[in-house]
């Protein structure tokens, strides 16, 4: 294997790696988490007007690799990077460029826990949000039920129905543009929301007895979706990362507060799919709240580059050379000038 570090775009990302592979993919690294070989470096921000810079990572020693993604999310875009480093040397292994890797982490990590908490016959959707997200979110449930119908709701009507339209040509399911979330979500046993909104939408009276939630989108205490009401109703409350919950979800701070005892309930998603089981015949509704953490992305990343390294794919980065910094001022050495004198 050569030293020489990748750099891995967008395209390839993209041919080596569909849902089909990404949930599984993510699965062995939830269980690698579970058994103390993955470890998760808690997700930090910092926010400036309508802007954020995300920083988070992971390191998966048995596997012989660490890394860290990062990126700025603007209104105008953003470009995030996973950067792979050798566990042993610190040595660069990969850059890969991660949007459709993120977009692939997170539609996965909905369809991992839908494996695992929604009713095994469940087979309609009602997905809220219909932004750069949202169809791998569609996808990522897809590739665990056997779905019937997408129910979709988005605040701008034209939108909606061109998503629904995304949904039965880009993933041959039948999907239907409903004209409010209560619309969409009546008696839908799968809900998946994934919205910018900065307050609850999504109430306990919508949601049926039996559901499943995915709340995907409110990754700060800036924003929510789902109100206390749905998650007093849960028997089990899930996110991919606790500690992270606990600093970023208001959804959740909201009815756990910031006593360490009270969140012992939530679990981790790692924890459901190492004890496997699915749903309990006793639970009303379950509650997978994702936050995006580095364990995911990471075990994504690794099998990204290992596909790519057995298929020659990406492009090999010159090694990094080490350099001494200048300590001194340039003509240090020469002396100090004052006026025409040195001394």
């Known amino acids: 294997m050569s030293d020489a570090p990748l750099w891995i775009p967008e395209a390839d990302v993209v041919a080596l790696m569909d849902m089909a592979d990404a949930v599984p993919a993510l699965e ?34 048995k596997a012989g690799l660490a890394g860290t993604k990062t990126w700025a999310h603007t209104p105008e875009g953003a470009t995030p990077l996973l950067l792979l480093y050798d566990a042993g040397s610190g040595a660069l292994r990969a850059v ?16 991992v826990a839908t494996r695992w908490l929604a009713a095994h016959d469940a087979d309609e959707l009602a997905i809220v949000g219909t932004g750069k997200q949202a169809l791998a979110q569609v996808a990522g449930v897809a590739a665990v039920r056997r779905l019937r119908r ?36 009546m008696d839908a046993p799968i809900i998946t929301t994934v919205t910018r909104a900065t307050e609850p939408f999504l109430s306990s009276v919508m949601v049926a007895p039996g559901t499943h939630v995915n709340a995907v989108g409110a990754i700060t205490p800036t924003g929510a979706e789902v109100d206390g009401g749905v998650v007093a109703r849960c028997r089990r409350v899930v996110a991919d990362s606790v500690p992270q919950a606990q600093k970023l979800s208001r959804e959740l701070m909201a009815v756990f507060g910031a006593d360490p005892a009270a969140w012992t309930s939530v679990r981790s998603l790692a924890e459901v799919v190492a004890d496997g089981g699915g749903r309990r015949a006793d639970e009303d509704v379950t509650l997978f709240k994702a936050l995006g953490m580095g364990i995911s992305d990471l075990a994504l990343g690794l099998e990204v580059l290992r596909r790519a390294r057995e298929q020659g794919r990406g492009r090999s980065l010159p090694a990094p050379v080490r350099v001494a910094p200048r300590l001194r001022p340039a003509g240090a050495g020469e002396g100090v000038q004052r006026g025409t004198k040195r001394v």
Request: proline share 1%; no cysteine; hydrophobic share 45%.
């Open 28 to 61: 062995a690294g939830l269980l690698a988490e579970a058994r103390g070989e993955a470890h998760n470096m808690t997700k930090t921000h910092v926010a400036w007007g309508r802007a954020t810079l995300h920083a988070l990572g992971a390191a998966f020693p």
């Open 96 to 111: 890969i460029e991660a949007f459709a890797l993120g977009q692939l982490r997170t539609g996965a990590a909905s369809g």
């Open 150 to 185: 997408v129910h979709v709701y988005g605040r701008d009507v034209e939108r909606r129905r061109r998503f629904a339209d995304s949904v039965r040509t880009e993933l041959g399911l039948e999907a239907e543009a409903r004209a409010s979330v209560t619309e969409a979500v």
